[in-house]
């Protein structure tokens, strides 16, 4: 629970660690508590890492976003993604999570589904802080590896594999 917290608050960089390592709550076994005291010193020898949230003296607001996924590496073969965003160069939201569906035929499909999910959280900060800003930041910078989501994403895309 403490880490859980720890990685949703304040740091980003134990997300995915903490999301592993979640999912044997109830069944731990040795190897996965030697991870969870790897981890607890990670935290002891950078704790003195934190956010950086600096103000930015400009009118406008930008929203850019960095997204990832796996392929398949749970039993089940269900994938992991992850993303954060950052306002103006400071990480206001980061997420990962186990896809609830299995992506059958590639990776491109699990990076696709991340990019659908960071899409609708950034359609919500979008409106935030059109409210706060009174005019809104689109278009958004969502950075993405897989070459065959940034071909999708910028063409005009039907049909099979």
């Known amino acids: 629970g403490s880490l859980l917290y720890i990685s949703s608050w304040t740091r980003p960089d134990i997300s995915l660690s903490v999301n592993l390592l979640s999912r044997h709550v109830g069944k731990a076994k040795e190897f996965h508590w030697k991870c969870i005291k790897k981890l607890l010193r990670y935290l002891q020898h950078t704790k003195d890492l934190s956010l950086l949230l600096e103000p930015t003296h400009t009118d406008n607001a930008e929203l850019c976003c960095y997204t990832d ?30 896809q609830n569906f299995v992506s059958s035929d590639s990776s491109t499909e699990s990076e696709y589904a991340c990019v659908s999910d960071v899409c609708n959280s950034l359609t919500w900060f979008d409106a935030l802080i059109t409210d706060i800003w009174m005019k809104p930041i689109q278009p958004f910078t969502i950075m993405e590896d897989n070459e065959s989501v940034v ?5 005009k895309f039907t049909g099979f594999r």
């Not at 590496?73 to 965003?85: A, E, F």
């Not at 950052?86 to 999570?97: I, S, Y």
């Not at 071909?151 to 063409?155: A, F, M």
């Open 69 to 98: 996924s796996d392929w398949a590496s749970h039993k089940k073969r269900k994938s992991t993604s992850g993303y954060i965003i950052f306002l103006n160069g400071c990480p206001v939201f980061w997420k990962v999570h186990k």
């Open 151 to 155: 071909y999708i994403s910028k063409n």
